[in-house]
């Protein structure tokens, strides 16, 4: 017997019959069953609570055109912080009058950009401190006394009591001044405004209209 006759006949015992025996197999019983109106009542109570919940919640919040303007009106009304600030630098400077600077500027600031003549005496001055809009510097000379404090817009002298400030009166302040009409008035303005607040009273002699004369009889009634 060759080797394709075993073959052959191994397939042939092997071949099913369908007579062979099903393996009985037994399965656990269910712990327990859902009927199908079981199952629907289920299914209806949560579609139930989900309708609830879409209907009762809080509508969100809309903002409608009234509440936009507010917003954009409180938006606008904050104030802008300023591009810049005006500080005036007087004295011992080769540069007096107006300085233009940028916000948190310092002293030492105005002081670059006034220019600061040798003999003027820095050290009294407090370089690191902060300058506000409108502020005023005087730089005194070494050995010169410090200025008093400066007056306020409208009153007259500037820690001089009886004076009248040639860089905070005004032209009808100016006119009190023996000699000193409307028209020297108005040109003390011009003068001061042309080219920044009087650093001396002896600046009074480059005003025009004020000769040697009117200088002498004003010399000791002004003040810087």
Known sequence: MNATTTVDRLRELTRPTGEEDVMDVRYPPPRFTVSPKQAAAVAGAVL???????????????????????VAAT???????????????????????????????????????????????????NQAQPLADGQQIHVVAQGEAPPGPPAA?????????????????????????????????????????????????????DVKGIGPAKFEALKDLVTV
Not at 94 to 104: F, K, Q, V
Not at 160 to 186: F, M
């Open 48 to 70: 139930a609570a989900v309708g609830a919940w879409a209907v009762l919640r809080p509508a969100p919040q809309e903002l409608g055109p009234a509440t936009w303007d507010t």
């Open 75 to 125: 938006a606008s009304s904050a104030p802008a912080a300023p591009s810049s600030i005006v500080v005036s630098v007087v004295g011992e400077v080769d540069r007096p009058g107006l300085a233009t600077l940028e916000p948190g500027a310092r002293v030492a600031d105005a002081l670059a950009a006034a220019g600061p003549r040798p003999g003027a005496d820095l050290v009294a001055l």
């Open 153 to 205: 817009p409208g009153e007259t002298g500037s820690g001089n009591a009886g004076l009248v400030s040639l860089n905070t009166a005004t032209a009808q302040e100016l006119t009190a001044l023996p000699g000193v009409g409307e028209a020297t008035a108005a040109a003390i303005v011009a003068h001061r405004e042309k080219n920044g607040p009087f650093t001396s009273v002896d600046k009074l002699n």
